[in-house]
């Protein structure tokens, strides 16, 4: 492709909680930058990953899942994800083939029928769709209340249908030059990413009334003369018992998170890590504004 044909823009991921925006941001870019877990509202903050190719080059914006806000901070991550709309060139509409269309799918369809911006309907987890004639009846169910620029069914987990969304991405995105490096994955540092990987594995390897109530910050972030990193974290809970279940029998659960976030901080660096973890009870903590803006939760 001629190099005045290289485009370049931002493609923002919206959907309800749990319908696969993660994976497939994941997926795209080639490297685990968004976190990814069975739990709904995994994603709590917009994630960028950016995709690059000799032809083009796409910002991927992870957004929280839209849903009916209990606290602060899931108004927050409500205002992160429709705010997002407005400041990109192509919207991935995400929805579960596996699940019918409900209240949190039309209430998304309300706000993208007030944008300009083109909407991509994108039918994700096909690899799950036992009939896969019903393909067509959930093409046209959400075709009849907005008419979307293109419909793309997708496997995020076995990267199905991905060279047919890349295309329909950029053909919509505006001709210019690449705005990152070819090598950079993402814009946010690294020791945001090192939290959300620790926040990844306590929701892992905590029980149902644990994850929503996690929180990460990264207190210390240093690499060493011997091209080593040391982290110290601390996880926030809101309650002494969520701290026990954390912590675990003799730190043996707190020693489970930090192996596995160390691996994936390895895999994804290059170095060799060492990760200190603390935990701590910060009583609602989501209904706090200041302690949600000390978290990076800022208004959008």
């Known amino acids: 492709m001629a190099e ?67 606290h602060k901070l899931g108004e927050y991550m409500n205002q992160a994800a429709i705010g997002a709309l407005n400041q990109v060139d192509v919207i991935l509409f995400v929805v579960d083939a596996c699940e019918k269309k409900g209240a949190g799918e039309r209430f998304i369809i309300e706000h993208l029928k007030r944008v300009k911006t083109p909407v991509l309907l994108v039918i994700n987890k096909i690899d799950k769709l036992e009939d896969k004639s019903k393909l067509l009846e959930i093409m046209s169910s959400y075709r009849d209340d907005l008419n979307f620029d293109a419909v793309v069914p997708v496997s995020a987990l076995e990267k199905e249908g991905f060279a047919e969304l890349q295309e329909e991405i950029v053909c919509r995105l505006p001709e210019g030059p690449s705005l990152f490096p070819e090598d950079e994955l993402t814009d946010q540092p690294m020791r945001v990413i090192a939290a959300e990987m620790i926040r990844e594995k306590v929701l892992r390897n905590t029980h149902d009334e644990v994850p929503h109530a996690i929180a990460v910050e990264v207190d210390e972030f240093k690499e060493r003369s011997n091209g080593n990193i040391f982290i110290r974290a601390t996880i926030f809970v809101e309650r002494e018992s969520q701290k026990g279940i954390v912590i675990g029998a003799k730190g043996s659960l707190l020693k489970k998170i930090g192996q596995e976030a160390r691996q994936d901080i390895e895999n994804l660096t290059g170095c060799g890590v060492f990760l200190d973890l603390w935990v701590k009870v910060q009583a609602d903590w989501r209904n706090k504004s200041k302690m949600l803006k000390e978290l990076g939760y800022k208004e959008p």
């Open 4 to 70: 005045n044909k290289h485009r370049t823009g931002f493609a923002a991921l919206v959907g309800r909680p749990n319908v696969g925006k993660s994976t497939l941001m994941n997926g795209m870019i080639g490297e685990k930058i968004s976190i990814m877990s069975d739990r709904p509202q995994t994603t709590r903050n917009k994630i960028m990953g950016i995709f690059s190719a000799d032809h083009a080059q796409i910002m991927f914006l992870d957004t929280p899942g839209v849903h009916k806000p209990l």
